[in-house]
């Protein structure tokens, strides 16, 4: 059985780094508020002119270096993001065009939060039916240039960045031991859009829009609708959840990732949390924390990994890995 294996990651930040106590001088917030509500004690905020392809580029680069490849050898570039560059094309095809790629095909996936995981499950479907051998899967947002600045409620949460994995195609026994993608589990629900959306878009304002969050509703969604992922994809593999060594969950806010665990009776140091350095970066959040876990030593070859997230839609998912 074809198993589509990770050999490689990479991660961007931008230079910038903005404190809680930065934020408390331009809106009425604090420190102490945000480190209590959310756990986030800094987010990185791209500068002016600095993209989201220039985030991807960065963490595509360092992808590819870790997995010992160059550019010529990928078949596909997905990127994960709702802060493209331009309406159109796709932020993946300026990667593919700035990476020196001139073969293949590039794309990008809209889930929101949760699009680092439905690329992932794209790229596990496209690698196991033999449409491509290796992919570039990147999650990358510019989530400042959506925000409302004077918005309290929501600037004081979101970050930029990028994270990004080499997916190769590789020969696997079709059992749980097999290394790679073990499974994807992808939901929606389309009636919640009033919950987390933008106020606008090409088709309807001809404007990007800013973002627009029900955060406490949200809140209760991510709890509920996270469990639910990471069940459905611990049974799909026949798997307990005590047998699973990490969990890698979007970064949105401290309180769901402890609630999520509470609520499954996952050991809380199973939890990796990168909430408190990048903030919510959207569809980077899950690599970026996986890469930061892969690099600190936490995650180890063999290690059996769970990633989930939630987003606007609502979108959320699941996927296990054999790392
Ligand atoms: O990535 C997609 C998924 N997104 C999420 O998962 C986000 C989910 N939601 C959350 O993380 C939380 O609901 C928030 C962090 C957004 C808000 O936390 P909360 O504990 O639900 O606070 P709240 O909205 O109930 O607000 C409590 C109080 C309010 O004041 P009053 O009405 O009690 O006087 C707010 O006006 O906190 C006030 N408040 C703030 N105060 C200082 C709201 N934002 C701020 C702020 N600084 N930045």
Redesign the pocket.
Known sequence: MIRARIIGSGICLPANIVTNDELAKK????DA??RE??GIHQRYIALPGEKTSDLAVGAAREALIDAGIDAGELDMIICATTTPDETFPATATIVQSRLGMAHGAAFDVQAV?SGFIYGLSVADSLIRTGAARTILLIGAETMSRLLDWND??TC??FGDGAGAVVLQAHEGRGDNADQGVLNTRLFSDGRLHDM?YTTGGVSSTQTAGVLK?Q??E??KH?VTNIAAAITASAEAAHVALDQIDWFVP?Q??Q??LDGTARRLGIDPAKVVSTVALHG?T?AASVPLALVTAVRDGRIKRGDLVLLEA???GFTWGAALVRW
Do not use: E, Q, Y
Request: proline letters at 0%; one cysteine or more; charged letters at 15%.
């Open positions: 809106v009425d917030t604090s508020w945000i509500r959310t939060c309290r409620t004081v949460l987390l969050m955060g406490k949200v809140f991510a979007h949105a806010n309180r769901i919510n959207s939630m987003g606007g």
